[in-house]
């Protein structure tokens, strides 16, 4: 589904005594973070003076925030991006973006549900479909995903004998 603001990250806690803010990354690489020059906090734009990664986190210093207990207002907060803003290689998409799809078989063209989950997992991303069944679908782009088409808000996908998680 094609959005306009995504998710990108949360305020896990201050750091240190000057101000700056611990930002989680979602999902990926956290220096996927320190590309974009605004961000979204309760809806409205804010603009690091500075960030950068540290360790598995990202260390930002927002405007106006010069001590620990200003930083620490923001504690808990979602971090959000314009869409737009983003440039993911071709055939790459948020997560959010694709919740809600509705899923085909390639082959039949027949509906087999809607992608409702997306986890993570060491080798890859795992999508959920609920329909009739359930399905656990690997998310490997030309093996199992054959497309996805958030205009549409459709993916098709190659299904094999045991990918419904009631099957034996």
């Known amino acids: 589904m094609k959005l306009d603001m995504i998710k990108i990250g949360r ?3 201050a750091h240190g005594i000057r101000g700056e803010v611990r930002v989680q990354p979602r999902d990926g690489d956290p220096a996927f973070l320190t590309r974009f020059k605004t961000f979204y906090i309760d809806g409205q734009p804010v603009t690091p003076t500075a960030n950068h990664v540290h360790k598995s986190l ?21 971090l959000y ?6 440039r993911l290689p071709d055939g790459e998409y948020f997560d959010d973006e694709l919740l ?3 899923v085909c078989n390639a082959e039949t063209g027949e509906v087999l549900g809607e992608l409702t989950a997306v986890e993570s997992y060491p080798a890859h ?11 656990l679908i690997p998310a490997v782009k030309d093996v199992f995903i054959k497309s996805v088409d958030l205009d549409a808000n459709r993916m098709e996908i190659h ?10």
């Open 125 to 135: 991303k795992v999508y959920t479909v609920k329909g009739k069944r359930e399905y």
């Open 100 to 102: 809600g799809l509705s």
């Open 159 to 168: 299904v094999l004998e045991g990918m419904a998680t009631d099957e034996d």
């Open 58 to 78: 990202v260390l930002m210093k927002f405007p106006g925030v010069d001590d620990m207990n200003t930083a620490l207002t923001y504690k808990d907060k979602d």
């Open 81 to 86: 991006i314009r869409r737009a803003d983003a």
């Open 11 to 13: 305020i896990v806690n």
